[in-house]
């Protein structure tokens, strides 16, 4: 592979490209001189430096292009499943409007099943056996909880614990499962919807 000073521009970018793209798959033993192959690439006379500069811009300008499509293509995603699940209430609406269990088509079939899920009303009244809490703290200090667990008066565990500032999450599956079984959950409920199947 020719680091030749006089190479026109697409040419360095060409090399610079088949180069970078080698770099994930170089043998280990390779990588050295594949490094020194790119090092003499960026190096090239003066009068290229700017271009390779150029060269680097528009490597830029396409990662900001690629991040500004998947941004349009996430928000299509999000208008695309708004618009299905407007589509699908108004489809459920009719049907139970109509009393019908099932709408055929001459090649599809919506039908509805009822199912139940957890709605929140009050979050600080749910029992805390009903939510975990997230810690974010430094791996010495939990390692140090773990070995002085036992050793530690309750006193100083808990001011040591109390520290801590734990993330809340409430579960909603737990919610379910004890309200199924005759449980009354505080600040929950039970709320049955009926969802639209399409065959």
């Known amino acids: 592979m020719s680091t030749d000073l006089t190479l026109p521009l697409y040419e360095i970018e060409d090399e610079l490209i088949a180069l970078m793209e080698s770099v994930e798959t170089c043998p280990e033993e390779l990588r050295a001189e594949l490094d020194a192959k790119i090092e003499a690439y960026i190096g090239l006379e003066r009068s290229k430096v700017d271009r390779v500069a150029q060269f680097l811009a528009v490597l830029e300008y396409a990662q900001k292009d690629g991040k500004d499509e998947i941004a349009r293509l996430q928000e299509r995603i999000k208008a695309a499943a708004t618009a299905a699940e407007?589509?699908?209430?108004?489809?459920?609406?009719?049907?139970?409007?109509?009393?019908?269990?099932?709408?055929?088509?001459?090649?599809?079939?919506f039908s509805l099943r009822t199912s139940s899920g957890v709605i929140v009303t009050d979050s600080p009244i749910v029992p805390n056996r009903h939510k975990t809490a997230n810690l974010k703290l430094p791996l010495d200090v939990w390692g140090w909880i773990v070995r002085e667990l036992i050793a530690l008066s309750p006193y100083e565990l808990w001011r040591q614990v109390s520290e801590l500032k734990p993330v809340e999450t409430i579960s909603l599956s737990s919610i379910k499962d004890a309200i199924k079984a005759g449980e009354t959950v505080p600040g929950a409920d039970l709320e049955f919807r009926d969802n639209l199947i399409r065959k």
């Open 86 to 109: 407007r589509l699908e209430g108004y489809v459920i609406r009719v049907m139970q409007a109509r009393g019908l269990k099932k709408l055929e088509g001459k090649n599809n079939t």
